[in-house]
């Protein structure tokens, strides 16, 4: 089966400017997380989706982030207005079921903000 | 709160040798799910191995073992024979099966394997 897909791999972008990374889900999978995993750090659960309702989005920050999951499948991450911090990667993963079963995760996109 | 600890940065360890990475977890409900994870250089996250708080035998995957002491709250990752492509960062992480399945991890322990 196809694993999940992300895209941009790679985005650089001016401080203030804007960017969106979509992630398609292993089909099937009901669950859909975004982590940000900056150097150096473990992955940071930024929203959790379970079909295309928010179940997570507590570490979100919502002034600048959104996310979301048209149709329970397909996901997109939007930050608008990008600060340096936020240089990481965005990490997507999906998951058959809530309950069980490990996570499957994309390649990441990794976004530099100058 | 639920929270991962990984107090090991950085390991250097000999070729062939075995390893422990350690892992202490903290949750105060009884149904929750534990992961190894491994990221090489490249970035994408590999699967390792999976607990369960109800399993009574420990996992083993392979050369990978999961030391899992309930009681102490640790779920240490075993890697047995260790290669010179077991160098990696490696990620504990939980998932709490009762709290919207929300999954966290540690922040990592670099292992370096040396010929």
């Known amino acids: 089966e196809a694993g999940v897909a992300q895209s941009p791999r790679y985005k650089i972008i001016e401080k203030r400017q804007s960017v969106a990374f979509w992630c398609n889900p292993i089909s099937g999978h009901a669950t859909l997380y975004w982590y940000q995993q900056i150097l150096g750090q473990g992955p940071k659960l930024l929203i959790q989706?379970?079909?295309?309702?928010?179940?997570?989005d507590s570490q979100l920050p919502k002034d600048r982030f959104s996310a979301e999951r048209l149709k329970g499948v397909d996901s997109t991450l939007k930050i608008q207005p990008a600060k340096l911090e936020d240089s990481a990667v965005y990490l997507c993963?999906?998951?058959?079921?809530?309950?069980?079963?490990?996570?499957?995760f994309g390649e990441g996109s990794r976004l530099t903000v100058l | 709160a639920q929270k991962i600890t990984q107090t090991q940065p950085g390991m250097f360890v000999q070729e062939k040798e075995a390893v422990t990475l350690d892992c202490t977890y903290d949750?105060?409900?009884?149904?929750?799910?534990l992961f190894w994870y491994k990221q090489p250089s490249s970035g994408e996250m590999i699967f390792l191995i999976y607990q369960g708080s109800y399993d009574e035998q420990n996992a083993t995957e392979g050369r990978y073992s999961l030391n899992f002491q309930k009681a102490r709250k640790s779920a240490n990752l075993v890697i047995s024979a260790s290669q010179l492509g077991d160098s990696a960062m490696y990620f504990c992480a939980m998932r709490d099966l009762n709290r919207d399945d929300k999954i966290i991890f540690g922040k990592g322990t670099r292992l370096h394997i040396l010929p």
């Open positions: 993963a999906s998951s058959r079921y809530s309950g069980a079963g490990e996570l499957f």
């Open positions: 989706f379970q079909n295309n309702g928010v179940v997570d």
């Open positions: 949750t105060s409900d009884q149904s929750y799910g």
